[in-house]
């Protein structure tokens, strides 16, 4: 029976081990959310930039548009007054052109440069990744490794428990299902082994003897 309960002890173990794998590698694939996110940020400004170019662009071929029908106005105006004062809007539209072209130079450096922070916040995630893709595996392997060696012990357990009168075995199995712990303690220097409380020494006698059930009426143990 100390036997079926170094079994059963192993087992508990085992099962908690392979209850307790999605929540370790959950852990360690929160290792990556920092990069996750410093990717997802340096993406969206990246997109911002983008999208101020754009405007840009539309704005100078807006400008350009307003030129173009600045010029043919200007041909059926009359007088040289109102010529020049077309002339001055022109170069009013035209200076605007130029700054935004100015300014698009500038917006593509900084294009540049939010594509090379995304490049390498991918490069930085992609290595993390594959260190914890790493762990990941050795987690899986384990947990194939503790799944067989589970079957084995289960399967021992079984065998075992068929070699053991019933009215003991299920009382072990009570105890050892309410406690997930050992259920069966030695009897040590006339106290329970667990709680260490002293026992009266009918019970050690009784232990002893290995007849009948003895029960430590404080923690609710079997005694041997
Ligand atoms: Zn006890």
């Known amino acids: ?12 173990r085992l099962e908690k081990e392979l209850a307790d794998a999605p929540k370790r590698k959950q852990a360690i ?5 920092d990069h996750r996110v410093a990717l997802a940020k340096a993406k969206d400004d990246l997109k911002t930039h983008q999208s ?5 662009e539309l704005d100078v071929e807006g400008s350009r548009e307003k030129i173009r029908k600045y010029r043919g ?9 109102e010529f020049r004062a077309m002339e001055t809007e022109v170069a009013g539209v035209e200076k605007t052109i130029r700054q935004l072209e100015d300014r698009m130079i500038e917006m593509m450096e900084t294009i540049e440069a939010a594509q090379k922070a995304v490049k390498e916040r991918e490069t930085a995630l992609k290595t993390e990744e594959s260190s914890v ?20 012990a289960r399967q021992a357990r079984t065998a075992l428990a068929l070699g053991i009168e019933t ?3 299920q009382h072990y199995e009570r105890i050892m299902k309410n ?10 220097h006339g106290a329970c082994g667990s709680c260490h409380m002293k026992l009266p020494p009918y019970q050690v006698h009784e232990a002893r003897k290995q007849t ?5 009426e404080y923690c609710g143990r079997m005694l041997y």
């Open 29 to 33: 694939d929160a290792l990556l959310d």
């Open 52 to 56: 101020e170019i754009k405007q840009a």
């Open 133 to 152: 893709n790493r762990e990941i595996g050795v987690i899986d392997q384990r947990g194939r490794d503790v799944q067989a060696e589970l079957d084995q």
């Open 212 to 216: 009948g059930i003895v029960v430590c």
């Open 179 to 188: 406690k997930r712990e050992k259920a069966l303690v030695p009897v040590e």
């Open 1 to 12: 029976m100390l036997v079926l309960q170094d079994h059963d002890l192993r087992i508990i």
């Open 73 to 81: 106005q200007q041909i059926q105006l009359k007088s040289n007054q």
């Open 167 to 169: 009215a003991r075995l």
